[in-house]
């Protein structure tokens, strides 16, 4: 099994679909990450979840809600997008305490077409 | 704020030849610094990373070294292969309040035979 394992891997949704977005890591880290990859553009931090509870939202659209159940699972739940939203999205978990972490371990990611 | 500037794009290099991709930061405190490769349809994998000012990581033939005076964590490598074309990514780690990842825009880099 890969560490971080991301579904499904293709997504193609209308502007009036709900769909979400599945993540699961083995690796007993206590920290999940969703990150947005455009073309061009820097990787955006959406969401940031420690401990399952979450610690950051960068100024992310209502139409981008997470979940995080548990330490292992994280979700995206995803509502009436717009076309811009198209992108990849990844999905990650680290593992520390304080002001130490190890590295950000990622997922294969799931490709999202907004039509 | 933090943040990672890295060189742009696509760098296009024969085997066997020298690669630098460039890489410097602004942040605060003491970061952590890594490099992540991205093949196409593939998630980010860590290439190396180091922890702390003149630390060297290495991985595959990859290198790079924490430059805290210029700022800097340049990845290098002495001879590339077609199979590390790819996408690069340079990033760091902050710690002020939460834990989180900052990357650069990524470099491309084709290699041919």
């Known amino acids: 099994e890969t560490g971080v394992t991301q579904t499904p891997r293709h997504l193609v949704m209308g502007m009036t679909n709900k769909k979400s977005l599945k993540c699961e890591q083995h690796l007993g880290h206590n920290a999940m990450y969703w990150y947005k990859q455009s073309a061009k553009k820097p990787l955006e931090l959406m969401f940031v979840?420690?401990?399952?509870?979450?610690?950051e939202n960068n100024s992310v659209p209502s139409r981008f809600s997470p979940e995080c159940p548990n330490s292992s699972h994280l979700f995206l739940h995803l509502h009436t997008l717009q076309p811009e939203d198209s992108a990849l999205y990844l999905c990650?978990?680290?593992?520390?305490?304080?002001?130490?972490?190890?590295?950000?371990?990622f997922g294969q990611g799931t490709r999202l077409t907004v039509v | 704020g933090d943040s990672v500037t890295q060189m742009e794009g696509p760098v296009t290099l024969s085997e066997e030849a020298f690669l630098t991709i460039n890489c410097t930061y602004t942040a605060t405190g003491y970061p952590s610094l890594f490099w992540y490769v991205q093949y196409p349809g593939e998630g980010l994998q860590l290439l190396l990373k180091a922890t702390k000012a003149d630390d060297k990581g290495s991985n595959k033939g990859f290198e790079a070294t924490y430059r805290k005076e210029t700022t800097s964590f340049h990845l290098e490598k002495g001879s590339v292969q077609v199979s590390d074309s790819a996408v690069y990514f340079c990033?760091?780690?902050?710690?002020?309040?939460?834990?989180?990842?900052?990357f650069g825009t990524g470099t491309r880099l084709k290699v041919l035979a």
């Open positions: 979840y420690s401990l399952e509870e979450r610690v």
């Open positions: 990033a760091l780690s902050v710690s002020s309040g939460t834990y989180k990842y900052i």
């Open positions: 990650a978990s680290s593992q520390g305490t304080g002001v130490y972490y190890t590295e950000a371990f």
